[in-house]
């Protein structure tokens, strides 16, 4: 299989923060000419995004594209809901995540890959408690004191 370069637009480092990712889906983004544009800038936002399902298809509200410049009227509204590219039996099973196990969509980063085309990586994710995330941290502070040790040492 060939592995296909990808080149990272908009990452949600809050999101592995804040949720346990349990599943990861890729999908594709319908995006109009002026906001590919945008986005192959590097003016994407997907901090405060979350996706929805709704009528089974599925959607990203809270993702802020900002208008390009030379867009003038063919511009549209930076925080629009997105429509996500995903196969029909990925959704029913995400709506069966979402309905019953009471997991939430979450975007974790955004690229385009090779070919031109932007993605966007969802997680299927279940919130964090917040002794669980000072627990990560604690375990990184550890991890990060045993290798400074391990440097002294050596």
């Not at 945008?38 to 809270?62: C, D, H, L, T, W």
């Not at 917040?130 to 604690?138: P, S």
Request: proline residues 3%; hydrophobic residues 35%.
């Amino acid at each position: 299989m060939v592995k296909r370069e990808k080149r990272m637009v908009a990452n949600n480092k809050k999101a592995r923060h804040d949720y346990f990712i349990e599943e990861v889906y890729e999908a594709g983004i319908v995006l109009t000419g002026t906001e590919i544009k945008s986005v192959r800038q590097g003016k994407v936002s997907i901090k405060e995004s979350f996706a929805k399902i709704e009528k089974n298809e599925m959607f990203i509200y809270g993702m802020n594209i900002s208008p390009y410049e030379q867009g003038n009227r063919y511009n549209v509204d930076p925080l629009r809901p997105r429509k996500l590219l995903l196969h029909k039996q990925e959704i029913r099973k995400l709506i069966g995540y979402t309905t019953t196990k009471g997991l939430t969509l979450v975007p974790l980063n955004m690229y385009i890959n090779t070919d031109g085309r932007a993605k966007v990586e969802i997680a299927v994710a279940r919130g964090k408690k917040n002794y669980d995330k000072r627990e990560d941290i604690a375990r990184r502070d550890a991890a990060r004191k045993m290798d400074h040790a391990m440097k002294q040492r050596y």
